[in-house]
């Protein structure tokens, strides 16, 4: 007699039980009893900005997927981006969603995932008004804000060609920008094409192709506190996760009308 075998699974339930199993997310890993605690920039449009009382844009929304897909409770603590550095290394914070890019100083105190997105930085500022070349950007007035890796840069190329004007916050850049105070201003890609879209950016335009996309300045990290390889995996799972259900996605597209990754 010829033994029976079940049937082979047909490909609509093979894709219904995948679906099942990315929806279920995966086992926490790394103290899955303990709250992250998970600083985002304060106010940074369109990545993390104060609305309602609360905390919107991308990077709490992608911080918030990835704890849902660890299976792991969190709380969002928006902050100055500078102080973000400081909670970090006074051990207040577990994770820094707020597109870090690695450098040794920062890999003193803290560890950092895989690439959440890919940007470009550009130079903004009015149409033809500067050149960027060192003739053109001889006694210039550039601003950049403190603590990103767009400061470190304009350091390492124009320091002695510039005069460079460091401002704390995103918004008092802008501020200062849109007041007159600056001939131009070196920013991340995306929040710079938020910035011109918006109606006090209309004025201004992109001054030179963006930077090359180099590691120092493309890659945008989760920042993970020192010591912690099993978080820094469980993190590394959940990216790919929320990109194969759709959360990652669902999400850019609330925020970019284009691919950031």
């Known amino acids: ?27 926490a890993r790394g103290g899955a009893e303990e709250t992250l605690r998970i600083g985002v920039e304060d106010d940074y449009a369109p990545f993390s900005f104060p609305i309602g009382g609360g905390q ?39 994770l820094i969603v707020a597109g870090l890019a690695q450098n040794e100083q920062r890999q003193a105190y803290m560890d950092f995932t895989n690439s959440y997105y890919h940007s470009r930085s550009i130079y903004l500022g009015l149409p033809n008004s500067v050149d960027i070349s060192p003739e053109g950007l001889k006694g210039k007035r550039i601003g950049v ?11 390492r190329h124009w320091a002695d060609v510039v005069e460079l004007i460091r401002f704390p916050t995103y918004e008092q850049l802008l501020e200062a920008f849109c007041a007159g105070g600056l001939d131009a201003i070196l920013v991340d890609g995306l929040s710079g094409y938020e910035f011109l879209q918006s109606e006090r950016g209309q004025p201004f335009a992109i001054l030179d192709d963006p930077l090359p996309p180099d590691a120092d300045l493309a890659y945008a990290h989760i920042g993970v ?9 469980a993190l590394n799972e959940a990216i790919v996760h929320i990109k194969l259900n759709g959360d990652y996605d669902r999400i850019v597209r609330k925020y970019f009308p284009f691919s950031i990754y």
């Open 1 to 27: 007699m010829i033994p029976s075998f079940p049937p082979p699974l047909r490909p609509v339930l093979l894709a219904v039980l995948l679906l099942a199993l990315l929806s279920a997310g995966f086992p």
């Open 56 to 94: 919107a844009g991308f990077d709490p929304e992608v911080a918030e997927a990835l704890c849902k897909a660890m299976r792991r409770s969190c709380t969002i603590k928006p902050l100055p981006f500078g102080t973000l550095f400081e909670k970090m290394r006074g051990g207040e914070l577990d």
């Open 225 to 233: 506190r020192k010591g912690e390889p099993e978080l820094v995996d």
């Open 145 to 155: 804000q403190e603590h990103t890796q767009q400061e470190i840069f304009l350091q």
